[in-house]
């Protein structure tokens, strides 16, 4: 078995940490080690299905999406009491406490703190998001996302990464990482070994890391190098292929090997993370419900496999049972390397003894007393939100010096607001609307729910009274829509998503593009304001005032309408490239 330094970097135990792990350990049955090494999703908190999870299962810990933080406290507050081992306890706080109660604070992705170009806001952004979710009992947090944004077509990094400089990625992760630590939080560095090069999902296929060696370095090594070296507790490891890498550590790897994801590849997890970059602390699988996971080989293989390629703990599951059932078996039968099964828990249980639980657990203090929920989306913590909101908004361009507009210039306006709703009445498109007329503009919503098909213009008897004043709406001629508009505005709320291809603009259209896509650009004022996905000029370079607000919150559009009015600055900094590596864009 692996030696393993609990009196260093990351667990930094004390004598009487390091016997409480040995101690634990030594009294551990097979099945409780099996146990230990799975973190399932919690979807409810019915007595049955927690007592199941750490009692039958014994797991070594549990991720809940967001609820409310009463819910979620009281369904902590029973995982703790049940389990004879004290929990690690996960959410994805990417971004704010919301991340783990729907009452959080909503600090904004990590693009828009990024684009504060101050780091003292990422530090903000992690205190924000561990204090409140330790107010609930959370100890570990799913952050901070230290991916680099290199391919603008990917699905779902963009926003969710602090952009494509690895320098910049690396301080915002460091205060992040020191907010976390001032609450008691671990935190899980991830997607090793790194997402943002190819365009492709790593839930829907195993993506690819295509980097060399030496560039991989210089990036994403960097990164994770020197936060391992400032104590990062935990890594995650995602479905993604570093062929280079697996190369360069055995010259001897087959193609399949080479194209194996991380998460099971003892090259990068044993080879990169531990020997050559030092990793001590625990490595978790990211989600292994993921197609990147699942398609790699069969999964009573792929579970043990990694264990013994040097995963300590496995993510999520398509059945615990199940997975269970294949880590227990494998053990049995020896597939299973019982020296990596002990380590893998021996790191588990210093990572809690890390963060004081086997203590806390002593004292009935893992989860906090109801009064702890005061802090969550204290006035404290918006008002930091609402400085990140004003900061961080980016105008990209301007070309045809259109701000800052006003109702004397441009009364009329038509605003289409491009986003997976399309029901114009919805809250989002309503909110801009009533932005707009509060400062007097008179506006038109686009109805996005409309669209005319080529047999309406083959047949334009056949249509209804109603389709066809909507077609004659929607296709008015160039001097009709200059007659009624004076300034046309586009808001683009494309969210982010996995198990996506791709993210792109579509135009709402069949033929003649209507009154959509902007082929009006020359002839009626035009501006556009992506409140997500910062890449859209890749798709609309005919608009010549485009702006990046990184989320769609109140306090973004709030702070964008004070912009674009002329009663606040534009200081935001683009962390990535809003024109694509189009030059010409």
Partial sequence: MTEIDMKGNPFFLDEEG????????????????????????????????LKHFT?????????????????????????????????????????????????????????????????????????????EGAALGLNWSFAPIVDINYDFHNPITNVRTFGSDPKKVLDFALEYMKGADECGVAVAIKHFPGDGVDERDQHILTSVNSFSTEKWDETYGYVYGNLIKKG??????????????????????TREEMLRPASLSKELLTGLLREKLGFNGLISTDATPMVGFTAAMKRSEAIVQAINAGCDMILFNKSLEEDFGYLLAGAKTRNLSMDRLDEAVLRILATKASLGLHKKKAEGTLVPEKEALEIVGCEKHKSWAK????????????????????????????????QKDLDPENAFVQSWKEKFEQEGFQVTVRDRRVSISMED???????????GKLMHEMYRSVE?????????????NMENASNNTTLRLNWNVCFGLGDDAPWFAPEIPALM??????????DAPMVKTYINTYSGNPEFI???????????????VSPADPLCGKNYI
Avoid at 21 to 47: A, I, R, Y
């Fill in 18 to 49: 390091e016997n409480w792990v040995l101690d634990t350990w030594k009294n551990m049955s097979l099945e409780q080690k099996c146990g230990q090494v799975f973190c399932p999703m919690g979807f409810n908190g019915e007595e049955e299905t």
């Fill in 55 to 131: 009692q039958d299962i014994q797991v070594g810990g549990l991720m809940y999406r967001a609820d409310s933080a009463e819910n979620i406290q009281d369904i902590y507050r029973k995982l703790q009491a049940f389990s004879n081992i004290p929990l690690l306890l996960a959410a994805n706080t990417e971004a704010g406490g919301d991340g783990l109660a729907y009452e959080g604070t909503s600090f904004g992705k990590p693009m828009a703190v990024a684009a504060t170009d101050d780091p003292e806001n990422g530090y903000r952004m992690g205190y924000t998001a561990c204090k």
């Fill in 232 to 253: 990062a507790k935990t890594v995650m490891v995602g479905h993604i292929a570093q062929p280079a890498y697996v190369k360069a550590l055995n010259p001897q790897a």
């Fill in 387 to 418: 400085k990140v909101a004003d900061q961080a908004i980016t105008l990209v361009r301007d070309e045809q010096e259109l701000l800052p507009i006003s109702p004397k210039k441009y009364k009329r306006v038509y605003l289409n607001v491009i």
């Fill in 457 to 467: 213009f083959v047949n334009p008897a056949g249509m209804t009274p109603e389709k």
């Fill in 480 to 492: 009709e829509m200059k007659q009624d508009y004076d300034l046309y505005v586009y808001i683009c």
């Fill in 529 to 538: 304001i992506s409140t997500a996905y910062p890449f859209h000029l890749f």
């Fill in 558 to 572: 709030q702070a964008a309408m004070d912009k674009i009015m002329g009663r606040s600055e534009f200081t935001g």
